[in-house]
T-cell receptor, first 111, second 115 residues
Framework: GQQVMQIPQYQHVQEGEDFTTYCNSS?????IQWYKQRPGGHPVFLIQ?????EVKKQKRLTFQFGEAKKNSSLHITATQTTDVGTYFC???????????FGKGTHLIIQP | GAVVSQHPSWVICKSGTSVKIECRSL??????MFWYRQFPKQSLMLMAT?????????EQGVEKDKFLINHASLTLSTLTVTSAHPEDSSFYIC???????????FGPGTRLTVT
């Protein structure tokens, strides 16, 4: 079955430093979505990428979808304490398939 | 975004009992409902997919007789954990899909603790 690998599992950064998490799928994806989950909370949708090579920005967050539609990355510039949480990528193979989630990257920010 | 409610938000039950979790999509019709499970500090794992009025499709390793899913209407789906065991303790999250699949909405989750 489809597998989505995400690294790193944990990332400690000083406030103000940049942060990047990477996802790689074993199969080609129809789209990939990114979610943020705060401790005790549920995943909150951040963005969806559909097109090969797509790049989208949301303020300090930059999302990329690889040319082969098998990998993706999320980059945060100048992290702030509010960025703390776990970032998940989730890929969809096609149609109305359920999302396959990566294991997530736990972002810990030291002030 | 869409409003999805789950009830209860947390429940503690004794081993061997059954627990029903309700998921409601309050402002759109969910033709498909996904149920996920998340163990502490782990990712979300898809348990099953159900379409309104049809039997649910379960992922490999998920027992259909243990996790009963009912999706009788476009706004309500239920997950019943039967004969619960401590290893079933987890965070259960529903996720309805309806209309545009641009983004997938998640319920607030139900934290189940089996003692």
């Amino acid at each position: 079955g489809q597998q989505v690998m995400q690294i790193p599992q944990y990332q400690h950064v000083q406030e103000g430093e940049d942060f990047t998490t990477y996802c790689n799928s074993s199969t080609t994806l129809s789209n990939i979505q990114w979610y943020k989950q705060r401790p005790g909370g549920h995943p909150v949708f951040l963005i969806q990428l559909v097109k090969s090579g797509e790049v989208k920005k949301q303020k300090r967050l930059t999302f990329q979808f690889g040319e082969a539609k098998k990998n993706s990355s999320l980059h945060i510039t100048a992290t702030q304490t509010t960025d703390v949480g776990t970032y998940f990528c989730a890929g969809r193979g096609g149609g109305a398939d359920g999302l396959t989630f990566g294991k997530g990257t736990h972002l810990i920010i030291q002030p | 975004g869409a409003v999805v409610s789950q009830h209860p938000s947390w429940v503690i039950c004794k081993s061997g009992t059954s627990v029903k979790i309700e998921c409601r999509s309050l402002d759109f019709q969910a033709t498909t409902m996904f149920w996920y499970r998340q163990f502490p500090k782990q990712s979300l794992m898809l348990m099953a997919t159900s379409n309104e009025g049809s039997k649910a499709t379960y992922e490999q390793g998920v027992e259909k007789d243990k996790f009963l899913i009912n999706h009788a209407s476009l706004t309500l789906s239920t997950l019943t954990v039967t004969s619960a065991h401590p290893e079933d303790s987890s965070f259960y999250i529903c996720s309805p899909l309806g209309g545009s699949s641009y983004e997938q909405y998640f319920g607030p989750g139900t934290r189940l603790t089996v003692t």
